[in-house]
T-cell receptor
Framework: TQLLEQSPQFLSIQEGENLTVYCNSSSVFSSLQWYRQEPGEGPVLLVTVVTGGEVKKLKRLTFQFGDARKDSSLHITAAQPGDTGLYLC??????????FGKGTRLSVIA | NAGVMQNPRHLVRRRGQEARLRCSPMKGHSHVYWYRQLPEEGLKFMVY????????ESGMPKERFSAEFPKEGPSILRIQQVVRGDSAAYFC???????FGGGEAFFGQGTRLTVV
């Protein structure tokens, strides 16, 4: 059973398009982190959200934490080829340091 | 300010040998976490350590696997008598405070273990 479900699993879009990827769970998280991972490398932390309903922006990336702290979304505006990668969400539960979803593999085509 | 350092980056072992993976956390970080990633899979939690103590090892196989984080030196993930199924990327992360207290985890570049 996957505690964190990410969707879509794969996404291929043209440069300049907008996209949203989702991270859903039936569990309540004390915090949630988004990472980007490139082939052969470790995950790189993008953002941490803590408060239900919180919205954080990082240039063209907008992260939202659900009101109930069970889900999160990542929206990318005007995607660029440099955004290509595996996007992972990871939540902190009361008893487990970080539970990861399987990720969304994004490909942005020039 | 160096990030989390893992070595070696690549490790090849024959079945039955021992594998030792090292992780030096970021400066000032006393919390270390080990994860395993299989191809096309997410990261699976293995063990959480805080200087000289194992806090949570619920994700670590009971046999052949052990981890330590001594007072001085890097954290070590040790796999004895490796089997082909141990082939994976092993990632270490560190945080300055507990993740349960709102700390953020920063990952190393991983060690890719191949068992032949």
């Amino acid at each position: 059973t996957q505690l964190l479900e990410q969707s879509p699993q794969f996404l291929s879009i043209q440069e300049g398009e907008n996209l949203t990827v989702y991270c859903n769970s039936s569990s309540v998280f004390s915090s949630l982190q988004w990472y980007r991972q490139e082939p052969g490398e470790g995950p790189v932390l993008l953002v941490t959200v803590v408060t239900g309903g919180e919205v954080k922006k990082l240039k063209r990336l907008t992260f939202q934490f659900g009101d109930a702290r069970k889900d999160s979304s990542l929206h990318i505006t005007a995607a660029q080829p440099g955004d290509t990668g595996l996007y992972l969400c990871a939540g902190v539960l009361r008893s487990t340091p970080l539970v990861f979803g399987k990720g969304t593999r994004l490909s942005v085509i020039a | 300010n160096a990030g989390v350092m893992q070595n070696p980056r690549h490790l090849v072992r024959r079945r039955g040998q021992e594998a030792r993976l090292r992780c030096s956390p970021m400066k000032g970080h006393s919390h270390v976490y080990w994860y395993r990633q299989l191809p096309e899979e997410g990261l699976k939690f293995m063990v959480y350590l805080q200087k000289e103590n194992i806090i949570d090892e619920s994700g670590m196989p009971k046999e052949r696997f052990s981890a330590e984080f001594p007072k001085e030196g890097p954290s070590i993930l040790r796999i004895q008598q490796v089997v082909r199924g141990d082939s994976a990327a092993y990632f270490c992360a560190s945080s300055p405070e507990s993740l349960f207290g709102g700390g953020e985890a920063f990952f190393g570049q991983g060690t890719r273990l191949t068992v032949v």
